[in-house]
C-alpha cells in the first residue's frame, strides 16, 4: 500500500487514533504480532551491532510476509548508496528511516535517490537538540522524535530511554512526526497528552530481552496508544 505522507500530515492532525510503529521485528512472529495489534508501520534494522539487525535476506523474508496497512520501514545508521541500493533492490520497503548523523544535504540526496518517503531521526536530549528539528522538517517527510543516546551507548538508538517530554510540549513542525525513545503501554498515554504526537514508535518497550519482541507486549503498547 502506498505510504500517504503527504497526506498524513492532515491525517495525523485530530483525527483517528494515534498510530503506532513497533520497530527491530526479527521474526515471521513479530510482523504478525505487528500487524495484528494493529500497528501502521513495522521497523527492519540494518545495523550489525544491533541484537535487531536483519541481514538482506531475512529482511526480504518478513517485509514480503506484511500485510497491507503495516508500513515497512528500513532503519539505517551513515548508510551509504552501495549499503541503501543492497536494501533497496532486494526488499520492498516504504519508509526509509535515517538513524545516524546524516546532514540535511545527505537526507535531500537520500529522497532524490530513491524517491521513498525518508523520515530523519533526531536526538534530543536539551532545547538546542529542538532546533535540530526545525531543520530537519525542511528537508525530510517525516521526523522521528528520539531520546538522544548517551555518548557511551552501544546503539545510536533503541537504548530505552526517554528524553523530558516537556521539551517538545505543545511544538509542531511542517511533516508528520513521530514520539520514540522509551515509550511503553505504561507511559505512552501520558507522553502523547504531554507531546501531542500523533504517532509513536517503540522497540525496547515490547521487548521481553534485548532483541526479542513480545507478541503480548505488543498487542498491549497498541491498545494502550489506540485509547490514549
Ligand atoms: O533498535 C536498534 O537496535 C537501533 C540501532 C541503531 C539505531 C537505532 C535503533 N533503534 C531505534 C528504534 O528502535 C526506534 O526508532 C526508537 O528509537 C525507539 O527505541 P526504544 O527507546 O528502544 O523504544
Known amino acids: 500500500m502506498p505510504v500517504r505522507l503527504v497526506m498524513a500530515g492532515a491525517d495525523l492532525g485530530a483525527q483517528g487514533p494515534v498510530r503506532a510503529k513497533i520497530c527491530g521485528l ?3 512472529a513479530d510482523v504478525e504480532a505487528a500487524a495484528s ?13 544491533s541484537p535487531r539487525h536483519l541481514s538482506i535476506s531475512a529482511a526480504r523474508e518478513l517485509a ?28 520492498p520497503i ?22 521513498l518517503p525518508v523520515m530523519k531521526a533526531v ?6 537538540d529542538v532546533v535540530a528539528l526545525d531543520l530537519y522538517s525542511a528537508v525530510s517527510d517525516m521526523l522521528l522524535v528520539d531520546a538522544k543516546a548517551p555518548k557511551d551507548a552501544a546503539l545510536p538508538g533503541g537504548n530505552g530511554l526517554a528524553f523530558d517530554w516537556r521539551l ?19 507511559n505512552v498515554a501520558e507522553a502523547i497528552h504531554l507531546t501531542g504526537a500523533r504517532q509513536v514508535d517503540v522497540s525496547s518497550g515490547v521487548e521481553s530481552t534485548p532483541g526479542k519482541k513480545d507478541a503480548d507486549m505488543i498487542a498491549e503498547f497498541v491498545r494502550a496508544t489506540v485509547a490514549a
Open 37 to 49: 495489534a494493529g500497528a501502521a508501520y513495522g521497523g527492519f534494522v540494518f545495523f550489525a551491532r
Open 168 to 186: 517538545i510540549a505543545g511544538r509542531r513542525w511542517t511533516r508528520p512526526w513521530m514520539l520514540a525513545g522509551g515509550l511503553t503501554a505504561a
Open 94 to 115: 516504504d519508509i526509509l528511516q535515517l538513524h545516524g548523523k546524516e546532514t540535511p544535504d545527505r537526507v535531500s540526496q537520500i529522497r532524490a535517490r530513491y524517491g
Open 123 to 128: 536526538g534530543v536530549a536539551d532545547a538546542a
Open 64 to 91: 514480503v510476509l506484511a500485510p497491507v496497512g503495516l508500513a515497512k520501514v528500513a532503519l539505517t545508521v551513515d548508510a551509504d548508496d552501495a549499503q541503501l541500493d543492497a536494501i533497496l533492490s532486494s526488499v
Open 26 to 28: 526479527t521474526t515471521p
